[in-house]
Nanobody, 124 residues
Framework: VQLQASGGGLVQAGGSLRLSCAGS????????MGWFRQAPGKEREFVASISRDGVITYYANSVKERFTISRDNAKTTAYLRMHSLKPEDTAVYYC??????????????????WGQGTQVTVSS
């Protein structure tokens, strides 16, 4: 399984970005997708997850109302739209697959496949 995250960059506080995660085939569309982030010196933390059919979404409290996760299984791509970005959102963002159907899994160790990460930097 290969996952390729992209779309990161430098943005001012209050700005927006959209991250993409391109995956491969049936494995992508049949599993939960999640986004995590890791800031320097900090643990990798859960950001959002989405069920395989895209109906159920789940967010960390810190990003609720600002971030939106979605997926297009026909394109085997997941997205993370980020609005009202804050300097504390600065991190490397990773997409991941969870193969046991646990939409509410929040520990990075519960996810099985990972993309390479994309840097998001929010300036104040």
């Amino acid at each position: 399984v290969q996952l390729q995250a992209s779309g990161g960059g430098l943005v001012q506080a209050g700005g927006s970005l959209r991250l993409s995660c391109a995956g491969s085939g049936r494995t992508f569309s049949s599993n939960v997708m999640g986004w995590f982030r890791q800031a320097p010196g900090k643990e990798r933390e859960f950001v959002a997850s989405i069920s395989r059919d895209g109906v159920i979404t789940y967010y960390a409290n810190s990003v609720k109302e600002r971030f939106t996760i979605s997926r297009d299984n026909a394109k085997t791509t997941a997205y993370l739209r980020m609005h009202s970005l804050k300097p504390e959102d600065t991190a490397v963002y990773y997409c991941a697959l969870e193969t046991r159907g646990r939409i509410y899994a929040k520990q990075w160790t519960e996810y099985d496949y990972w993309g390479q990460g994309t840097q998001v930097t929010v300036s104040s």
